[in-house]
Structure formats: structure tokens, C-alpha cells
């Protein structure tokens, strides 16, 4: 949004970052009220296999960066790469808007809002609280919106990799939990075990950046 | 053709994503769960030690990778 901000005008970026946060409220607006109406135990399975599938994808990665396999995200080159491309593409007019600046805006809302909207589905309904969840999930896009077009520069000071390791852990954690007890099976204390999950997820990652450290090492 | 093509590998990037045996291993442990609970036995235990499984060998295919 920043690059498609600064190299072809506000006016189409913020046009594209409004029509994917529509097109994102509807899948949300959709789905959601569908998924209530599931029983909760097939609720829960279906929704754990997602969590967990989706959350070790984040997770795999956060670790592979941690240990070094994996190259750390260069925000700074990855919106300079972006700008270059953007100054450089044709300036085609449509609906009185830059239709490569409203596009560039809009896919890169829509996608990296597709997972959050798939969290905001998934733990709304499972928790029986959608409104809760999206109205969260708008107050976190409303406030990165606010710094990008204060700041007007890529946010490299967010410690990104921290963040991965922090939702991989918690997307894993619920995923254990929910599909865990989707398949029949009842957690000792109940809800009381998702912190104990939760510490043996995180003890499970920092050891396996510790172990992928240390096979680095022996490989150099 | 082309277009379902593209959105069928979208969705597939973007659940399963770059290693289909983990999200393989993730629906095997839970079918396991299911046959375990079915035949009385509480194996709450299960998913914790097969999502540590799944996870370190992904994690080893990468870094030989």
C-alpha cells in the first residue's frame, strides 16, 4: 500500500485498500454466521486441522529464519523492489482512478488479509464471538493504515520474525487444543490445559532453534 | 481452464503450503485421535507428540533442502 502510496498517488492506494477491506468484511460477513451453525465438535476438528496446518506453516518458517536456514524478510528492499516496479509500470486511467496503484493496493490488502480474515472466521466462531474477533482485527488494519500514511515508510523496526514466532505458536496451540477435542478426545482440566499447550509449543520451537543452530554450525 | 487451475493452486498454497506431509501428518494424527477416543481410550496426549514430530521433520526436510 506504501509503495503503491508513494509512487502512483493516495488517492488509487487508498481506493484499493478500501475495496479489499469490503471485499474481506463480505467474506467475513458470509462466512461467519454459515460456521455457527456447524455442531461445535465438527466445528472444532475442522477448524483445528486448518489452525494447526496453517499455524506450522508460520511456525516452520519462523524457526527456519531463527536458525538461519531461512533469510530474515529485508522490509526495506522487499518496498524498494515494489517502489522501482511501481514508478516503472504504464499510467493507465480507469473510473478516474491509477489502475496499477489501486490494484497493487488492493491485492496486497486482499491476500495478506485473506489469513487474517481466516483467523477472524475460525476463532470467532468457534469461540461464538465473530463480531468480537473482526471488530479486533479492524482496530489492528485501522491503526497499521493510521502509521503506514503517518510514517509514509516501510515498518522495519516491527521485530516481523517475533510476530511469525508469536501467531505460529498461538494458531499451533489452538489447533492441538480444538482438533484435539473435535476427535473425541477430552483435555485433563479442560480449557485450563491450552496455557500447558501452549508452553510446550514454545519449548518445542525454542528447541528446534537451538538443534537447527547447533546442525548449522556442524554443517559450516 | 486457466483461471480454476490458478485458484485451485492459490488455496492450495495457501492451507497445506510448501510441505503437503506435514498437513498430511496433522490429518493422520487426528484420524488417529478419533479411532483412539472410539475405542474408549482418552489419547488427548496424541496430537502434542505428533505435531512435534511433524514439525521437526519438516523442519529437518528444509534444512537439508
Redesign the interface.
Known sequence: MLAAGVSRGWRSALAGVAAATVVLAVIVAALGPALTRIPISALQ?VV???L???G??W??KA??RA?G??ELHDEEAIYARELEEARAASGEQRAGLDWYGFTLAFKGVLLEG?EVAFIVVTFGSTQGSIGLAALGAAAALVLVVIVGVLVRAPLTRVPENALKFAVGSML?TF??FW??E???????GEDA?LPF?LV??IG?SFG?VAL?RR??LVLA | MKHVRAFGVFWWD??????WR??AG??LA??A??I???AGI???W???IA??A???L??LR??RA
Open positions: 476438528l483445528g486441522a486448518l494447526l496446518t496453517f506450522l506453516q511456525l516452520r524457526i527456519l536458525s536456514f531461512k485473506l499451533t489447533g492441538i482438533s484435539a473435535g476427535a473425541g478426545a477430552h483435555w485433563p490445559a499447550v510446550f509449543v518445542l528446534a537447527l546442525r548449522r | 495457501f492451507v497445506v503450503g510448501d510441505d506435514a498437513a496433522v490429518l487426528i484420524a485421535t478419533a483412539l477416543a472410539a482418552n489419547a488427548w496424541l496430537m502434542p505435531v512435534g511433524v514439525l521437526w519438516s523442519l528444509a534444512a
